[in-house]
């Protein structure tokens, strides 16, 4: 498995020594007000930090918003794993997600960063664990007074995207969402369903 790995972090490992992660979550979905592609990076460190991830620098929001994450498991295959995070809708940037946003079927990836028990320094580039879409958002859980209020989302790994009918890739919103203001598909969903003499608007 370690092969799978980048030198440092391989090496991390094969040290068997103590091991510390975070777990990076990184979203992108759509503005609800603007229309635009948005991205929302939420980690469960203790401050806001910037990751670079394949040349690509990330700003990772913390303090409390990522509250637990599920084990992640890696299989080979095409079956659909599906992933439940849990997160606090109190913090800022979760309550941008779930209200200003549009995150339904939104792509995530999910990396984790290794860093060294003694030095807290970041061993190596974060590496990917999890790769695939918002399935479900469910609605805000409340416990008995003084427990935290919760929001949990669950995933879907890429591979659900082999079993999105032709229906959905086809829509008229995501011909928009792919190309603004074409509305070539406005009414695709009622075509040959209407009745329209000749000479009628």
Known sequence: MATNFASATAAYFAAQTRIRARVLVWMQALDRETGQIETMGIWNGADHRVFTIRGEERTYYGAGGLIAVDPITSRTGLNVRMQRLVFSPLAPEVEQLIRG????????????????????????EPHRRFKGYIDKISPLRTGPKGDKVTVELQLASSARALTIPLSRK?????LRARASGDAFRQYADVAGTITVKWGMK
């Open 101 to 124: 946003y549009d995150a339904r079927f939104a792509p995530v990836e999910i990396h984790r960063a290794l860093f060294d028990p003694d030095s807290h320094a970041l061993v190596d």
């Open 170 to 174: 086809r829509s008229n919103e995501s």
